[in-house]
């Protein structure tokens, strides 16, 4: 090796052993794209990007012949890599690469069915042990049973014929966790709203070893139609007849472990359904999940409830440097995911008293701020009073004076020096 | 005590009836008779009603089921609108124009003489309105939860308990027969000794977003509606939508503390006590107006060894309602008629002569009515009401601090962490202040 070479390395190496925030890479994924019925273009840089900003992955992208093309080509290592994350929904693969695939698989590989790669090798047996559930390609009875939930009660013996896969209009939905001690959705709220997305319905297949994790309810009379976009103004008031279908998934293969999520249709750059917070969380989970049979992600300040659908525009995470950079432009009709990001935090450090004072002083100094809006310093101010302590104490006198924020000074004072 | 009280009251009022000195009419015309009454006029209990909203008028009407025990004659609201639609049903049912409206709890507080006012507004208010009607000497018919922080809470108690008035908190679980049975048969160590208690509470309901600022309708007094709460542009949310915002309420959690954590205690007789210690989780919404958490799921526990699970009720099998689980098996209770026990062979059998009896009521406003006459205490009197919401309001501290809270049940104080006392308490804005009990 040459000794250039080997200075960069050991640069790297330092770098990573001091860059506390982040992870070690520790895993390889491999992203199988080139054909499919959606935008492939659009969905796989951006699923690398999520992969590496777990910290725990490097991703690398293989992309298939064209439709027709000559599949001999298509020949990947499978052995270079810990996951294989599928969004690909088009011609079959080479024997041999199907037999290197279900091989890396049977041995222990973890993959990621995403989206429309449960469309994907209807006649391929194996391929839809893999995924479980599959849908479109003249799937029906024949390619297994459909499995949901009605009620609270799991359903995994429906025979009856008709097709396998379809879905409603586009819209926002809510997804329900079903099981809060699997690793991928442990801490997840029961509830949280997924973007603009296609609800997939009715899907089939053998769904050997198949564990739903996470369902949506579909409508009886129109499968695939949210009932939140079919009857919205009913509010919680739910269509009653429908089931709920799976939307995210966990299989076992041999000793392979498969995470399948129905979620993030693309649009160019994304869109909506790639951008929600609850299919970006869950797809890193679940990729992290179907390499190690862990999560050691935390769930993340911005994770939806039932409150609406959260968007992390251009896939951005938030820091507390980043939060406190932009917390003092607030308004009070803009977002106020900043000031959620900066609760969550104190939550998160509250035994800390050192931490604590840090961003006590952080919070200090925007109020200290003549640029920042009335509106931060009122949240700010909100937020101080209970947690902040004798430091903030001089800043928030300073507003008493001020005629917007003196009702807030007030209220902080009040509890910061309770005799007063 | 509180039997010389009302009769005070009873007394005052006919006193100044035959003195002719009052202010305004207290006698109920005789035409008030046209509607059929049983009772004499001079016998109804004479009502007032603050808060006319959804919940208000609800109650309002339960009370005229009584076959005319009450008579409503002045009504409370800081929405015009709703005030004088509120005015017209009562008006309605009396046949008359009498019912007298005001705008300002504090000028009907001064100018009627009364004998029960029934309270439904916002949890931001109760401190300082159920604290003064108190202090008027007013018996209260309030509503759930008593309390949106626990130092209004002692101060609502310490209200009723020294002024010797009747209270009836709006827990009307209680007067349902399946709630009284189940938490009978759980005091009486149906399921053994009580070790594991579930509560399980709606889920959130749905954000909007962040609506832009709006012009105040005219109806609305909104600085009034703000009261003690920090005053903030309108948005298009008050009546009712008021629960999803912190500065008002605790969300669901703290909105349905008062049934059934109030029946989980019933049961397991923890209603003049509190837990020791508190920790656990919530969702909070990361966008939007609405801030209380949407989500929640945190563990109590006891001096005497039992634990509260309190959590939207998705993350509890049985799902909503109260769940006693002992060491002989478990009962569970919720709306709807529903009565059920790991072994229905819990659920049979007569509570013996020398068992426990806990207060029986069959109609909860009927009960209020009789302990007005009678002085008795109600069904669900003030401690108990204050000890359920007590639980939700320690469960939101925990959550909102990320920490483990530690509790003495007894001096009702925070053990050891200075920032988590500091949410016992919000302060309220200028001029506002919680009345002296």
């Not at chain 1, 009913?234 to 995470?259: A, H």
């Not at chain 1, 992290?288 to 935390?298: F, I, L, R, Y």
Request: charged fraction near 25%; aromatic fraction near 10%; proline fraction near 5%.
């Amino acid at each position: 090796m040459k000794r250039q070479y080997l200075i960069l390395l050991l640069v790297a190496g330092l770098l990573t052993f001091f860059s506390a925030c982040k992870k070690e890479v520790h895993y390889n994924a491999l992203i199988i794209t080139g054909q499919n019925n959606h935008n492939w273009k659009a969905s796989n840089p951006i699923l690398k990007q999520l992969l590496e900003q777990t910290g725990l992955f490097s991703a690398d992208i293989i992309i298939t012949p064209e439709k027709g093309g000559d599949m001999i080509t298509f020949d990947p290592d499978f052995s270079k890599y810990d996951l294989i994350v599928l969004d690909y929904n088009g011609d079959s693969w080479t024997e041999e690469t199907n037999t290197a695939f279900l091989e890396f698989v049977s041995n222990g590989g973890g993959v990621v069915v995403y989206h429309a790669a449960d469309n994907s090798f209807p006649d391929w047996e194996e391929y839809n042990k893999i995924i479980g559930l599959g849908g479109w390609g003249n799937r029906n009875e024949k390619s297994g049973p459909y499995v949901y939930y009605r009620g609270n009660e799991i359903v995994r013996d429906d025979t009856s014929k008709g097709i396998g896969g379809t879905h409603g209009p586009r819209s926002d939905y809510i997804v329900k966790t079903r099981n809060f001690e699997h690793p991928i959705t442990k801490g997840l709220p029961v509830n949280w709203f997924q973007g603009n997305d296609e609800l997939y319905s009715l899907l089939r297949g053998p769904a050997e070893n198949m564990e739903i994790l996470a369902t949506s309810f579909s409508a009886t009379r129109r499968p695939g139609q949210a009932a939140e976009a079919a009857a919205p103004a009913q509010g919680f008031r739910r269509i009653r007849e429908g089931r709920d279908e799976p939307v995210l998934m966990t299989i076992t293969y041999g000793k392979g472990r498969i995470f399948h999520t129905v979620l993030g249709h693309a649009d160019e750059g994304g869109g909506p359904a790639m951008e929600s917070v609850g299919f970006i969380v869950t797809f890193q989970r679940g990729a992290e999940w179907a390499v190690s049979g862990k999560v050691t992600q935390e769930v993340p300040f911005d994770f939806p409830s039932a409150s609406g659908v959260v968007l992390r525009p251009d896939f951005k995470v938030i820091t507390l440097d980043d939060a406190m950079a932009n917390i003092g432009s607030y308004e009070i009709e803009k977002s106020t995911k900043n000031f959620t990001f900066l609760r969550s935090y104190i939550r998160k450090i509250a035994d800390d008293e050192k931490a604590l004072l840090n961003v006590e002083k952080k919070m200090v100094d925007v109020l200290k701020n003549n640029e920042v809006t009335v509106d931060s310093k009122k949240l700010l101010l909100r937020e101080l009073s209970w947690m902040g302590s004798d430091y903030s104490i001089a800043a928030i006198k300073e507003l008493i004076s001020n005629n917007d924020l003196k009702d807030e000074a007030g209220f902080a004072l009040a509890r910061l020096q309770p005799s007063k | 005590m509180s039997e010389k009280t009302s009769r005070r009251n009873f007394v005052k009022r006919s006193a100044a009836a035959v003195a002719g000195a009052i202010v305004l009419p207290q006698i109920i015309p005789s035409t008030a008779l046209g509607m059929g009454g049983k009772l004499p006029p001079s016998d109804r209990i004479v009502f007032g009603l603050i808060g006319t909203g959804s919940q208000g008028m609800s109650d309002l009407r339960d009370f005229h089921r009584l076959d005319n025990q009450v008579q409503f004659v002045a009504l409370c609201d800081v929405d015009s609108n709703r005030l004088s639609t509120a005015k017209e049903t009562v008006d309605k049912a009396y046949k008359n124009q009498d019912c007298r409206t005001y705008g300002d709890y504090r000028e009907l507080l001064e100018k009627e003489t009364l004998d029960a006012m029934l309270i439904a507004i916002p949890d931001h208010w109760h401190g300082i309105i159920y604290s003064s009607v108190a202090n008027k000497k007013i018996n209260v018919y309030g509503e759930k939860p008593i309390c949106r922080t626990i130092k209004d809470g002692q101060t609502i108690v310490s209200a009723v308990k020294n002024n010797g008035i009747t209270w009836q908190t709006g827990s009307w679980q209680r007067s349902q027969a399946h709630f009284h049975r189940g938490s009978e048969l759980v005091r009486n160590g149906r399921v053994g000794k009580i070790k594991y208690i579930e509560v399980g509470l709606p889920d959130g309901g749905r954000g909007i977003g962040t609506p832009p600022v709006k012009e105040v309708p005219a109806e609305l007094n909104w600085d009034m509606w703000l009261g003690p709460a920090l005053k903030v542009p309108f948005r298009g949310v008050s009546h009712w939508d008021w629960r999803w915002m912190l500065d008002y309420s605790g969300g669901q959690l703290t909105d349905w503390s008062g049934h059934h954590i109030d029946i989980a205690n019933w049961g397991a007789d923890l209603e003049h006590t509190g837990p020791v210690e508190i920790s656990g989780t919530g969702v909070y919404p990361a966008e939007g107006i609405y801030d209380a958490p949407f989500e929640y799921d945190f563990l109590c526990k006891y001096a005497n060894g039992i634990e509260m699970r309190v959590a939207n009720a998705s993350r509890f099998p049985l799902g909503m309602g109260t769940t006693w689980y002992g060491d002989l098996g478990w009962i569970h209770v919720d709306r709807g008629n529903k009565l059920t026990a790991s072994d229905p062979k819990l659920l049979e059998g007569e509570i013996g002569e020398n068992e426990i009896h806990l207060y029986m009521s069959d109609n909860h406003y009927q009960n209020f009515i009789d302990c007005v006459r009678s002085g008795k205490e109600t069904i669900a009197p003030i401690e108990a009401g204050y000890r359920a919401i007590s639980v939700g309001l320690l469960g939101e501290i925990a959550m909102t601090t990320g920490q483990t809270i530690r509790w003495d049940p007894d001096k009702e104080e925070i053990i050891g962490n200075l920032r988590a006392s500091k949410l016992l308490s919000r302060p309220y804005r200028q001029p506002w202040t919680l009345p002296t009990v």
